[in-house]
């Protein structure tokens, strides 16, 4: 099917249904907000995370603390596909609050350093946020200040790395390769010794 | 003379080894019995077919080949353990039981000893076990075991008074201790006690089913919460002793409820002549339809929490007990 | 002799303080215990039977898969996430898709979301079961397991018929459902349809289901000592169980009517009629209470779902050989038999995800138990736990 151009310029111009929510949300927080595919994302800088979250819970009535994660974003990853376009190297530190009554949800999302990812904990404003951010700490390597205890959540005690950091191989893909071509390549160590050996 | 005297005398050594033999395959036939009646009215309520396969038909010998099993199983005794105590307890919790045997009557004159504190000794005896069991909870090293144990021990404490004091009003009723005396004096009166004292009955029951830490009183093994408490840590013939105590302890307990409250070994009607032969069978089928209600609500009920059961037992079935035997004694003197 | 009052006082009052100081004992609940569910570990100080500080210990499941998915494409990952909650398998899988259909803006034909539909709420009476089976079990009474049980496999056997799987259907295919779906042999010639008669079967498990329901009701709520056992037990308040995340029957029991199938538009479910079931006192009862009731509100959507089922046609929208989900980040959620299940998804335009958070139910929902199990009975620890109806391989993901 074609669509006449005007057409499609009226659908861009049509508002999202959630545009309006966004915005308060946006304005609130005093920060960006963007739409994307029915997830309303709100950007905030990083000192203002803690305020951000207040504003959510006491003001926007968002009292439902959902999660909260991190994405490493990367231009070099030792495990998975690489992105197509070069990014800036950075840790973007999200949570989803929601009400319970209407069902409407942010996304808060805030940039972190990534040498040296470190933010005040949410424990204060929403209590649950204690185990999602031991799992951030142990996955992503940030650090949460005044978190009590910040201990492996899931990695064993002596478990060196940051699992989730895109730098952090994905051992079986470095002795196995994907994907697909696993059943015609011997394994690593059964390959023919190199023919260079010198014979000294 | 001496004549006569040497055989008393192998008269009571070999009358005591009978006996003892008596005992000795009746508490394993017992716990099979039961065990098994077990296994399938379980079976039956849960809508399963329970043991199938073994002996054939029935699954009859399904027990027979359990037991086979428990003696090839190894002999676990936990290196922390109090070696000594922890072998010592299923003993003395076997034994417990064993000895209430004794007085039981399974007839007109078919008793092993009628003694004349006959109900006495059997309610002070029945405590040996719990000693037992408090004695393999805190040898086993392992805090499970030991939380079963002080749970069996503080339910044996709660529950021990209103046994006793729901034997009172019996006791008052018959006018003698003797657990013969109390079948006679029903068989004198008439009618079963459970007819008047049929609050003692109740009582006798549900302190009856907390002495046999079963379900809805199952604290001390509480298999959800405790991993089996006290019996964690025991593995081959040694829980075999705790799994035949258990069931030998529920024929027990049933026959002395059924001697005291059912008529025993007599049922109305049945001439007396006959209850010589007819008196097991009588109680027996007494004791099936006991032990039967206790299955019952092992697998209906849930289990209550300690503390729930200690206010059961001290705010509500002591003074039950109390005010049942002040109505009989009131009642035996007016009338 | 000299009695020296001073020691003597000093004595006495030493022996006080001895009296009273009892040393405390550290309990180890799990990793292998019958009622964590698997390999949950609480360790709990314990002062005679209440426990305080009690410190849940997880991980002993946790596979990685947030980390794994950013290796596999958008076909495969449906395998994994089957095995998150492995009681309700199915419903892992719909967030995931729907989110990856949302970047791909796709448009499922309207018989395969009510195929979808149907599976996620037979996922939901078989976990509910799963429950109604294991919770009286942990208070002690085994025999309304076989009940629950024998009519999840009623459901189960059905859930087999069509997606071939018991736990893990890996049934979702990206725009739609497996071609083939459950059509007897697999010759191209076959409609890819739904087996033959499975909506009537459907139709009466579902009315034997709701008959079942009675059932477990009479032997259950009519029990004494089960109300004792749970009335105002491990109260949770609503402002507590939301600032920790708890969500799905747990929230509702608190006296939140929210539920994700009314807010949400991951399935047509506003075409049914059906009501969200809240409890009064979020006590352990009421926890299972709101669980039987959905379980007849479930049956009651399915048998919805099958009168109005749209006729047979195509379950496959047009997608080409080689999933790539255009760039993009979304977050779906749904509403999972243990509470909110939620995927974020974020592509850029390869043929795997970038990231994909997975936000599971039972996490958030077991995180309340340091605060909900402070100085209680440690019977009741198993009461309350096993009224929260966690999965592990949803709390480790």
Known sequence: MTSSPSETEAAEVTEHPLQGFADAVAEAVEGTAEIHFDTVKVTVPADRWLDTHSVARDELDLVFFSWLSAIDWSNEVAAGDPLSDEVEERIELMTTVGDLTEGKRVTFSTTLDKASPSIPTLIGVYAGANWHEREAAEMFGIDFEGHPELVHLYLPNGFIGNPLRKSYPLLSREVKPWPGTVDVEAMPEKEEPSTENPEA | ?335 | MVIDQDAMRHLSEAQVSVELATEDMTLNIGPQHPSTHGVLRLVARVDGERAYDVKPVIGYMHRGYEKLSEVRTYPQITALINRIDWVSGYANEVPFIVAAEKLMELEVPQRAQYIRLILTEMARISSHLVFMASYPLELGAATPLFFALRERERVLDLLEGVTGGRFHPNFNRIGGVKPNAGAGPTTRKTPQDLPAGFLNDTRDAMDKVLEVCDEIEDLVAGNEIILARTKGIGILPPEVAAAYGVSGPNLRASGVAFDLRKVENYLPYEDFDFSVVTGENGDCWDRWWVRLEEIRESAKIIQQAIDGMPPSGTLQAKVPKIIKVPAGETYVRAENPKGEMGYYLVSDGGLGPYRLKIRSASFSNISILPWILEGILVPDIIAIMGSLDFVLGDVDR
């Open chain 2, 1 to 335: 003379m001496i004549e006569t005297l040497t055989s008393v005398f192998e008269n009571f050594w070999v009358s005591l080894a009978g006996k003892l033999l008596l005992v000795a395959l009746m508490v394993p036939l017992i716990g099979m019995v039961l065990g098994f009646a077990e296994m399938k009215l379980s079976a039956k309520m849960q809508a399963r077919v329970g043991p199938y396969f073994a002996g054939g038909r029935w699954g009859w010998a399904q027990l027979i080949a359990d037991g086979i099993k428990f003696f090839q199983k190894e002999d676990i005794i936990p290196e922390e353990a109090d070696a000594p105590v922890f072998k010592a307890a299923p003993i003395l919790v076997l034994v417990g039981t064993v000895a209430l045997f004794v007085v039981i009557p399974f007839g007109p004159g078919l008793i092993f000893n009628d003694l004349d504190v006959g109900i006495f000794y059997a309610l002070a005896i029945s405590s040996l076990s719990t000693v037992g069991v408090l004695m393999a909870g805190w040898s086993s090293a392992n805090k499970y075991s030991l939380i079963g144990g002080l749970r069996a021990a503080g339910q044996l404490i709660a529950y021990e008074l209103p046994l006793v004091l729901a034997v009172v009003g019996t006791v008052i009723m018959a006018g003698t201790m003797s657990m013969q005396g109390i079948v006679e004096a029903q068989i004198a009166a008439g009618y079963p006690y459970v007819i008047l004292q049929f609050v003692g009955f109740g009582i006798f029951m549900i302190a009856a089913l907390a002495e046999l830490t079963r379900i809805p009183f199952d604290m001390p093994i509480a298999e959800s919460e405790l991993v089996m408490g006290y019996v964690t840590e025991y593995s081959g013939f040694r829980f075999l002793f705790f799994f035949l105590a258990e069931f030998a302890n529920m024929f027990t307990m049933s026959a002395i409820a059924a001697t005291l409250f059912l008529g025993g070994y007599w049922l109305p009607g049945v001439p007396e002549d006959v209850l010589e032969f007819a008196g097991p069978f009588i109680l027996l089928g007494k004791v099936f339809l006991l032990a039967f209600a206790m299955i019952w609500f092992r697998w209906t009920f849930p289990r209550f929490r300690e503390d729930q059961l200690q206010s059961l037992a001290w705010k509500w079935l002591v003074p039950l007990a109390l005010v049942n035997i002040a109505v009989t004694a009131i009642l035996k003197v007016v009338l």
